[in-house]
């Protein structure tokens, strides 16, 4: 394989020239080229004569042009100085080709050795990012760490990291700033039409701004923009490549995110098409699992449950019923008592819901709450006369969300009651068919409006609000 060699300009009364051990040297006469001649020839290095380039333009050029190497040559007594102002390495008179050579290759060695030891650790945090997918489906906490990430990876002051939302009706934005030690953040939705109407100027002219997409091989998912104020350097050519690549593996959590909010949608939409057919039978039917399951959402959050957990008791809300559909309708819509065999059948449609749930997948909180949400708190309940705690808390929470919307709403078997004479009821059996604690958290919820918000919450759920 051949090795090209390392390119270096040397400026000052310094005898290079030509190829010497790896090291092909281009001399220039003064500073006033230097910087020319180092950017059209891609030096890998440069050479001073600090007897002919002051010491502080030394400093200049390290913090100007940190990714290539200054190399000084200098008499033994100003070599500390040399040091003192950043040179990467340091040649005392008398001046020999090869020694110069040496000190090239070491520095430039370490430069690349140090680029790419940082290089590793910027890549560390966009390979957690991979693994950043909330499960709500919103794009926030990717965006927030995707811009911070590009803030620090590039020395930016600012960066903004925005994606279309799933009603492509808004888009997303996040943003990360620096301010002196600290980093401020900001997360919001804006209008696009308002956004191209907002005045220019919000950055100054002569701030140094790059942009890349946010995007993979067939999909442009938005756009990832970093700013420096004007005194500053503009980005680099490497700090561009790493935009590029924050870019690139920035898109894909948000490729996630889509799939998992589509993955969600087609969930939702199929637990909503069991709930509607469960409840084809009997007008008075139409919306119960819906507003049973925004109860029990309601007296779960008040209770302490995940978001996980109350997206589970959703489900099960929505379907603790799907069993009736084993269950014939002239048992359903009988009018008056059932006898006891007619009672048991009608028992079974937990079992069977339960069975029909596992079938098809769902969770085990799903499952077992809906085996069990017709328990008893003094044990006298069906399927399997569990009592107290051995019941599950979603199912103590579904049978008071259950007893309460079929209280108020009415059945072909029963007028519907007053919201104040279902809550006096629930009451009544509290420590009885109810878990207490269940109860007391129902009524503070409805209460203080709670029951009401969580309907209407579930009823339009968005991942942006």
Not at 28 to 48: I, N, Y
Not at 136 to 147: H, I, K, M, T, Y
Not at 249 to 266: I, N, S, T
Request: glycine residues 8%; proline residues 6%; contains cysteine.
């Amino acid at each position: 394989m051949v090795v090209e060699p390392l390119r270096c300009v040397v400026v000052g009364n310094v005898a290079l020239g030509g190829s010497h051990a790896g090291v092909q040297f281009r001399h220039v006469p003064s500073v006033c080229g230097l910087e020319a001649a180092a950017l059209a020839w891609e030096a890998d290095a440069v050479v001073v004569d600090v007897d002919e380039v002051p010491a502080e333009e030394v400093g200049r050029l390290v913090t100007r042009y940190p990714h290539v190497p200054v190399v000084a040559v200098a008499p033994p007594e100003r070599v500390p100085e040399a040091v003192r102002w950043g040179a990467a390495g340091v040649v005392a008179r008398p001046v020999e080709a090869e020694s110069v050579a040496g000190e090239v290759r070491r520095a430039v060695a370490h430069l690349r050795r140090l680029r790419e030891a940082a290089r590793r650790e910027v890549l560390q945090p966009l390979v957690r990012l991979r693994e950043l997918v909330p499960s709500d489906g919103s794009p926030e906490a990717v965006l927030r760490r995707l811009a911070e990430i590009a803030r620090v990876t590039v020395g930016a002051d600012r960066a903004a990291a925005v994606t279309l939302c799933p009603e492509a009706t808004d888009l997303a934005v996040a943003m990360a700033e620096r301010r002196g030690s600290q980093t401020a953040e900001g997360f919001w939705t804006v209008v696009p039409v308002t956004l191209a109407q907002a005045p220019a100027g919000a950055e100054p002219e002569d701030s140094h701004v790059a942009s890349v997409p946010l995007a993979t091989a067939d999909r442009t998912l938005g756009a990832l923009t970093v700013v420096r104020d004007a005194h500053r350097q503009p980005f680099g050519t490497e700090e561009r490549e790493l935009l590029d690549v924050l870019g690139i593996v920035g898109a894909l959590p948000l490729v996630q995110v889509d799939l998992l909010r589509r993955l969600q949608h087609g969930h939702r939409r199929l637990v909503e098409a069991l709930a509607y057919a469960c409840e084809l039978h009997e007008a008075s039917l139409r919306g119960h699992g819906e507003r049973l399951a925004s109860y029990a959402v309601a007296v779960g959050r008040r209770l302490g449950f995940s978001e996980r957990d109350l997206e589970d008791l959703w489900v099960a809300g929505m379907l603790h019923d799907v069993g009736k559909i084993g269950i014939s309708d002239t048992l359903l819509l009988k009018p008056g008592p059932l006898t006891p065999e007619e009672y048991q059948m009608v028992q079974r449609h937990t079992v069977m819901g339960a069975e029909i749930l596992s079938a098809a997948g769902f969770g085990e909180n799903v499952v077992r709450w809906v085996l069990h949400h017709h328990e008893r708190w003094d044990g006298r309940g069906y399927p399997m006369g569990l009592a107290g705690r051995d019941i599950p808390a979603g199912a103590r929470i579904l049978a008071v969300a259950d007893a309460y919307e079929v209280m108020t709403t009415g059945r072909v078997y029963r007028s519907p009651v007053l919201p104040g004479q279902a809550l006096e009821e629930l009451h009544r059996q509290r420590g009885a068919q109810f878990d207490p604690e269940v109860v007391s958290a129902f009524a503070d919820s409805l209460a203080s409006g709670e029951l009401g918000r969580e309907a209407e919450r579930w009823q339009a759920r968005q991942p942006w609000r």
